[in-house]
């Protein structure tokens, strides 16, 4: 299975038990604490991550090489990959107390927004304080202003 091809709408079971392999783009500070948080409410340790340039992440998803992914892709023994907003349902439905988000967001009126708004949202992830090495357009940060270089001048 490629690793961009979008899995059934059908919804997960409630709370699966099954493995989940995570990988993200460990450059990009979005990516990161959206794995942290899971891993933080992943009391039954379902949840395998690891960063989209090791080896294991493209030999899991059929990958001739390592690459920066631009969304976040999940793997599974027995449902295959999945992608972007696919890949957090699968992700939910594996933490205690939130497999409801998980079928919420594969309700099939609500799936194709969902779909939209994961791609906006990772298409503009460096608005969202990913560093620039994530591969997208650096947004400049505003300097932090020194009240005391601002002192000088006025004093100049």
Known sequence: MSCCAQNDPTPLLPE??????????????????????????????????????????????????????????????????????????????????????????RFPPVLPLARWGYGCVAANRHRFGAPVECGLPAVRPVAARNPEQDTMRENR
Do not use: N
């Open 16 to 105: 699966s038990h099954e493995p989940l392999w995570l990988f993200y783009d460990e450059q990009c500070g979005m990516c990161t604490r959206s794995v942290a948080w899971a891993r933080r409410h992943d009391s039954r340790g379902l949840l395998l991550p690891f960063a989209s340039l090791s080896q294991v992440a493209a030999d899991k998803l059929g990958l001739p090489e390592p690459r920066p992914l631009g969304a976040l892709h999940a793997w599974s023994a027995q449902r295959g990959t999945f992608r972007g907003i696919d890949a957090v349902t699968a992700m939910l439905a594996r933490l205690p107390g939130w497999s409801w988000a998980a079928r919420v967001l």
